[in-house]
């Protein structure tokens, strides 16, 4: 079964095998498309047969969580909650967390606006209510925009604001926290990236550790099972931090981690954590310049490629952050770049697609419009891919497309 189950796929890397999704999108490779109930720039999530996603409508002040065919784009349910008015940056919206799917719940984070509270809702496959869990107050400039994890049936969240903050793992079957790691305000920016998990090595053997990142306490590490913090890197960001943390040596077979981190004013560094508990975190290299802010990078464990805001494409030496070619992409991106099948697609806040063949070398392949016509403001959700379609979510339309559209 093929899933891409939450923000940029599997554990967040933004890589799917997939040799034959198209390179140009259009209406010969466009097999749906089909109105969502309002815009946002949440990204799709995908299990099986079933696309999950969420809308806005800001006049009646909801937010709608929607399931839909994944094979034809039809409608199979849809949820409504009632969030209530508040304001969020121009740029942001109440639908803007991506939701996260396992094999038992779909989950996704909402605003209760009148109880000025971040929610958490979790729902089965075929959208029965399974459960609500109140994350808590929210203070920020922007708007909430929480997006949870799931790994090993636990939720994973940063719910780290302005106000106060802590990291938890909630049980998906129930909702109940399994543990909780406070970090006491103040912050003075909220995050918005999503956790990663990822495996690390010490004496007892292999374990699983959550990495988060956040202005007021840099980067950290902690224990999947329990919570408790191995490892921090404080002190390392001024502004807010919406790039997500990957492994970028995941898939190079090393048995060693390097995990990114960054935040606003080209800030973007690799990190090393320590393979002991009480070990010392370290970071082995920075990018100087043309770092991302929004868009989260994407590594096969052999060249990483940085795509900055502005258009910059850096292909570079992971383990040593060594630039080996960059080229000049003409817009601006939100959206994280995917490597599909070795090939590499940007999604521009314009609603193109730009797709090239990477590696040694940079080939442009193709620019794709996406028309996005009034909404091109919402332009910035990151695409998934599944069932060798890739899924493209344009302000209130999701599209899919695929070679010979079947």
Known sequence: MESWPRFRGENGLGIAAAQNVPVELNEKTRAWSVPLPGPGSSSPVVWGDRLFVTSEDRRKSEVIFVCLDAKNG??????????GLYRT?????????TPCVSEGAVVFTWYDAGRKVVMISA????????????????????????HPAIHEGRILIAHLHQADGYVAALNVKTGKPVWKKEY??????????????????????????????????????????????LWALPREFRERCIISPIDILSGSGARDSLVIAGCKNNVFFAV?????????????????????????????????????????????????GEVRWQEKLPANFYASPLLIGGKLYCKSRDG????????????LLAISDLKPGDEVTWADATPAVAHNSLYVRVGARMDCYRNGKK
Not at 74 to 83: F, G, L, P, Y
Not at 197 to 212: D, F, H, L, N, T
């Open 352 to 363: 193109e697609v730009y797709v090239a063949e990477v590696g040694a070398r940079f080939k």
């Open 123 to 146: 729902f089965s496959h075929d959208g029965k209510e399974l459960w609500d869990y109140e994350i808590g107050a929210f203070k920020g400039q922007h708007g909430p925009n929480l």
């Open 272 to 320: 090393r954590p320590p393979d002991v508990k009480g070990g010392s975190a370290e970071v082995v290299w920075r990018m100087p310049k043309n770092a991302p802010y929004v868009p989260t990078p994407v590594s096969d464990g052999k060249t990483l490629y940085v795509l900055s805001d502005t258009g910059t494409l850096s292909a570079m030496d992971p383990k040593n």
């Open 89 to 97: 940056h121009q740029m942001n919206n109440a639908a803007a967390a």
């Open 184 to 229: 006491p305000g103040p912050n003075p920016k909220t995050t918005y990236m999503t956790p990663l998990v990822r495996e690390r090595y010490s004496a007892e053997g292999p374990k699983m550790e959550v990495v988060v990142a956040c202005t007021s306490i840099g980067v950290r590490g902690l224990d999947f099972e329990t919570g408790v913090e």
């Open 74 to 83: 039809e409608e199979r349910w849809s949820k409504i909650v009632k969030t």
